[in-house]
């Protein structure tokens, strides 16, 4: 056996260039991991233990709030009222059918079965089986993964299909100023906090954007900053949630062992300068009927040469997803330019417009390089994406 280990090196170097590169990634993650003390808890290891804290938390702080059976009978009457109709118009706006559907298809069982469809991980075509595979994969060629998660509209305001359902809960009347018991609102997400449980307990890393996203809600209805996170007429995000997501996605990157900021710093590479424009909802992922909606995006405008593709595609940092995170690209203001900003990293963006789910992974499987040079993968999803399909087949990556 160990005459043989030359020659299937040599054969692996001739048709896989990349593959020293791989090696030697390996070997170094392995003297590593083989110079710490038994039981020693590793960088990773300790980020999957505070992400479980939070979400632990977090899920209280769901489950108390309440009211899922309130949001789902509200949600099958729209479906049942829905006719065909890809919109539905609510208190402010309309919201698509899509994320109706979605929430009730991954909150409740599938016919004959009888967890949530998000919690039955043994579901042929499960997102859940892809997403673990992937992150194993990565790692095993000393690659980080970071699954970012974010919630659709109707889990962030309720209210659209339930007038009331969560208002301010200041109590008024009480002699001693005494606040209501109830718990504040948290998202409709509960289902789905537990299937980011399943993921981190495999040892996927997670960043759960919905408490962020819900503590604006929380701030009342008083407060305009809480219709600012998606558009009135369309099913995409505004670009105070491309912000909001693309910093706290950097500050997540940030805490991994290879982290150093990256050559491209504001003032000097770029500058970030504040638009103000009309957002007109038309085409695809738009409502019917719209109406033009002011809205704000710091533009990221290159203070010298644009990055070039091929430049980008050099970065450590490979990025994921969907029309979400090209969204509002045409103001340089999507949620790639927005963590180049944060990063200081150009970002190797992997978006195509429609089947992501597999798309993304094929794509990386075509170049062929083994990934050399990358430092972490971050797939960015809304919820609404996560549906069991065929698409969801586990990709290696490395063959």
Not at 279 to 308: D, K, R, W, Y
């Amino acid at each position: 056996m160990r005459r043989s280990l030359p020659l299937l090196a040599s054969l692996a170097c001739a048709a896989l260039p990349f593959a020293h590169a791989a090696a030697a990634a390996q070997a170094a993650a392995a003297q590593a991991a083989a110079a710490l003390p038994p039981g020693t808890p590793t960088p990773r290891a300790e980020r999957l233990a505070a992400d479980r804290a939070r979400l632990a938390a977090d899920l209280a702080a769901v489950e108390a709030f309440g009211h899922d059976d309130a949001f789902g009978a509200a949600l099958q009457e729209v479906r049942a009222q829905a006719n065909g109709e890809k919109w539905w118009p609510v208190a402010d706006g309309k919201v698509s059918l899509v994320t109706v559907e979605h929430w009730l298809d991954w909150n409740r069982p599938a016919a004959g079965r009888t967890l949530p469809t998000a919690l039955d991980l043994e579901l042929p075509g499960h997102p859940f089986t892809a997403l673990r595979d992937l992150s194993d994969q990565l790692h095993a060629h000393g690659i980080e993964f970071l699954y970012v998660s974010f919630p659709t509209r109707l889990q962030l305001e309720p209210a659209l299909v339930v007038p009331g359902l969560a208002t301010p809960r200041a109590a008024g009347g009480a002699a001693d100023g005494a606040i209501e018991a109830t718990p504040l609102f948290r998202g409709m997400v509960a289902a789905h906090t537990r299937f980011l449980q399943a993921l981190n307990e495999a040892g996927v890393e997670v960043l759960d954007l919905a408490p962020e996203f819900a503590a604006l809600h929380d701030a009342g209805e008083d407060d305009p900053r809480r219709r600012f996170l998606y558009h009135r007429f369309n099913m995409h995000w505004t670009p105070r949630a491309i912000e909001l997501a693309a910093q706290r996605t950097a500050e997540r990157v940030a805490q991994m062992e290879w982290w150093k900021p990256g050559p491209y710093q504001e003032g000097k590479a770029f500058a970030v300068r504040r638009r103000v424009f009309e957002f007109m909802a038309e085409g695809n992922g738009h409502a019917p009927g719209a109406t033009p909606e002011p809205i704000a995006v710091n533009s990221i405008a290159p203070l010298g040469a644009p990055l070039q593709k091929e430049a980008k595609q050099r970065g450590p940092i490979v990025l994921l997803g969907d029309s979400f995170a090209d969204f509002h690209k045409e103001y340089s203001g999507a949620f790639h330019d927005q963590l180049f900003r944060f990063t200081g990293w150009p970002i190797d963006a992997i978006v195509p417009a429609g089947g992501a789910e597999l798309q993304c992974r094929e794509k990386l499987r075509r170049r062929g390089d083994g990934l050399a040079g990358k430092k972490v993968v971050i797939w960015l999803m809304q919820e609404a994406a996560l549906v069991v399909s065929p698409q969801w087949k586990p990709v290696a990556l490395f063959e």
